[in-house]
């Protein structure tokens, strides 16, 4: 599975951004899709992921700021991002969970929000 995110950027905090990943292979076939980032000299974290039925979790972090949805028909996810906090700079990577070990990583997209 190939995936290609984009919509990263440079935003003041208080500000907001969309990221979108589109997926090579039908979102419907997976188990789990979603956003993690890593901030410098920390682990990669869990942001939000939506499930094949359409149910969603965030981290607490984020839970009323961001917002993970999908559009089917163009087997793409998205993260609006709102109400940026500096503490939200980091590199946000998509991920692909087909089932058990098949996690599939898209290349990262920086957001950088300033203070």
């Known amino acids: 599975v190939q995936l290609q995110a984009s919509g990263g950027g440079l935003v003041q905090a208080g500000g907001s951004l969309r990221l979108s990943c589109a997926a090579s292979?039908?979102?419907?076939?997976?188990?789990?899709m979603g956003w993690y980032r890593q901030a410098p000299g920390k682990q990669r974290e869990l942001v939000a992921r939506i499930f094949r039925g359409g149910a969603t979790n965030y981290a607490g972090s984020v839970k009323g700021r961001f917002a993970i949805s999908r559009d089917i028909t163009e087997d793409t996810v998205f993260l609006q991002m709102n109400s940026l906090k500096p503490e939200d700079t980091a590199v946000y990577f998509c991920?692909?969970?087909?089932?058990?070990?098949?996690?599939?990583w898209g290349q990262g997209t920086l957001v950088t929000v300033s203070s």
């Open positions: 991920n692909y969970w087909s089932g058990g070990s098949k996690n599939y």
């Open positions: 292979k039908s979102i419907l076939d997976m188990n789990a």
